[in-house]
């Protein structure tokens, strides 16, 4: 309960601010690029096991929405989700943009502080998260109106959900 009053205060703020009504920018087509892994310790010992676990976790994240639906739950990784939080004004879309909420899910479990793996709890490595999120939605939208109003609406939705999870977001990420 407490993650959906965030996320409805922080829409709130962007509808306050007029963010919600800007244009969208187009869809980024390339993968975005995750941010480094944290510093190596100095000593020459052979990279950890859990370099391999990053470096996966960092593939798995850069799929798309529809490529992450048909990835395996493979261990050790965190692959449970809850859905769409949806921000107030936006309830049809918590449907749509599931798939890439899923995959949202996914970066905050084992890449953030609150859960086992923490690869790497870092502002970073949030913001390349959210980063991921909003171009998913905004695949789905593509991929799923085309009506130029209708996408238009699905875009705003998908800005919306993004300012949401960029400026509410951190209780469940650090």
Request: hydrophobic letters at 35%.
């Amino acid at each position: 309960m407490p993650r959906r009053l965030s996320t409805a205060l922080a829409v709130l703020t962007i509808a306050g601010s007029g963010m919600l009504g800007a244009a969208s920018p187009a869809v980024a087509a390339a993968p975005v690029e995750p941010p480094p892994a944290a510093e190596a310790p100095v000593a020459a010992a052979p990279a950890p096991v859990e370099g391999t676990v990053r470096e996966k976790a960092d593939e798995i994240m850069n799929l798309t929405y529809r490529q992450f639906a048909q990835t395996p739950h493979i261990a050790p990784y965190n692959w449970t989700n809850d859905g769409c939080s949806v921000p107030t004004g936006f309830e049809p879309y918590s449907k749509v943009f599931r798939p890439a909420c899923e995959l949202h899910d996914f970066g905050y479990r084992n890449y953030g502080g609150n859960w086992e793996l923490k690869l790497s709890p870092t502002r970073e490595t949030k913001q390349w998260i959210d980063g991921r999120f909003r171009t998913e939605m905004r695949r789905v939208c593509d991929d799923t109106y085309r009506n130029p109003l209708s996408r238009q609406g699905c875009l705003r939705a998908a800005d919306a959900y993004y300012g949401a999870v960029s400026l509410g977001g951190d209780k469940a990420f650090f």
